[in-house]
């Protein structure tokens, strides 16, 4: 395994991959679960990724099922310190059961400090190393969302904040707001980001593709780590079965997807391995978030670790239109 600081240099060291576990507890159950986190910590991986909505939607759910899976996980295993864990708060439906997005709890200073001694129960542990915002909340004024962040890391229930699914001068107004406040602003910014580029006007609804505006912003931001979502789109570069998302069907995928074949081809290495690669080694740089529901999905991301991407061949891949 690899390790950066979340951050900037000062911040908490964290593996360079980051295990993501919406499904946990739901569409994959906990002896999986625990099979799958078992072997990220076996080799080396630290940062967790979860939310207080995984996964709501599925029949039965109520969101807190990740959370759970995995704080039983940390006490059975004894790992808690190993670790710096993320959740996230605003996107959960309120009441349950309302509509979604329409009805999201937001980010009102109440819901965050309703919500952060939720995941702190469901997680079994007294801090969230990494609380983001999960989706933009229009009604909420920015300054009450990063008082009420600010609160926390007082309090040392969160030992920074993050934002997810924000437009970039959403998140520079919203770090403009802390240090107005003087409260600790953004460390982490979350968005889906993969090596496909979307056809012009896709819509993902409240969970865009980073834009260029966000990435040049990132770019010029040292102290804003870059985790992003759905790098491998959910397996759709490998698995036959699987069909890339309709918002990233459009003829310049196709070259894409040719060139990634070519490249991995020459590397000996799959697809999603070379996707991580490139991510990893990008401008900004990029901390994918991986999904897997098995250990041997999981191995195949452990293994994009150390792999590099010659000049030549990154240049091939970037230069695709």
């Known amino acids: ?25 739901t569409r994959i159950d906990e002896a999986a679960a625990f099979a799958v986190l078992d072997r990220f910590h076996e080799a080396g991986g630290t940062f967790i990724d979860t939310a207080n909505t995984y996964a709501f939607w599925e029949p039965g759910a109520t969101g807190a099922e990740s959370e759970l899976v995995i704080g039983r996980w940390m006490r059975s295993r004894g790992v808690r310190d190993e670790l710096v864990l993320a959740t996230k708060v605003g996107a959960l439906p309120d009441p349950p059961g309302s509509a979604w997005p329409e009805c999201a709890e937001g980010l009102s ?8 001694e939720k ?5 079994g542990t007294d ?6 915002a999960h989706i933009d909340d229009r009604r909420t004024p920015v300054a009450e969302t990063m008082g009420a962040f600010g609160e926390l890391v007082e309090a040392g229930k969160i030992g920074r904040a993050g934002c997810s699914n924000f437009a970039a001068w959403r998140v520079e107004e919203s770090r403009g707001a802390a240090v107005a406040a003087g409260v600790p602003d953004y460390a982490a910014v979350q968005q889906r980001y993969t090596y496909l580029r979307p056809r012009p006007g896709a819509d993902f609804g409240v969970n865009p593709h980073a834009s260029e505006e966000l990435l040049d912003y990132l770019g010029t931001r040292p102290e ?5 979502y759905t790098t491998q789109l959910t397996g759709a570069y490998t698995d036959p079965g699987k069909e890339v998302p309709e918002q990233y069907r459009h003829q310049g995928s196709e070259r894409r997807l040719k060139v990634l074949a070519e ?4 590397l000996g290495a799959t697809a999603n391995q070379v996707v991580l690669a490139w991510a ?3 401008e900004p740089p990029v901390l994918p978030i991986v999904g897997a ?8 991301s452990l293994g994009a670790v150390g792999l590099r991407l010659p000049a030549e061949l990154r240049k091939r891949l970037d230069d695709v239109d």
């Open 1 to 25: 395994m690899e390790y950066t600081n979340l951050g900037g240099p000062g911040g908490p060291r964290v593996s360079t991959l980051c295990l993501g576990t919406l499904p946990f507890g």
């Open 119 to 123: 995941s702190l129960r469901n997680l």
């Open 263 to 266: 490249v991995a081809a020459e």
């Open 224 to 228: 804003l780590t870059f985790t992003a």
């Open 280 to 282: 990893l080694g990008g």
């Open 127 to 132: 801090r969230i190393d990494l609380y983001y």
């Open 293 to 300: 529901s098995t250990t041997a999905q999981l191995d195949e």
């Open 109 to 116: 200073a109440p819901v965050i400090r309703r919500e952060v």
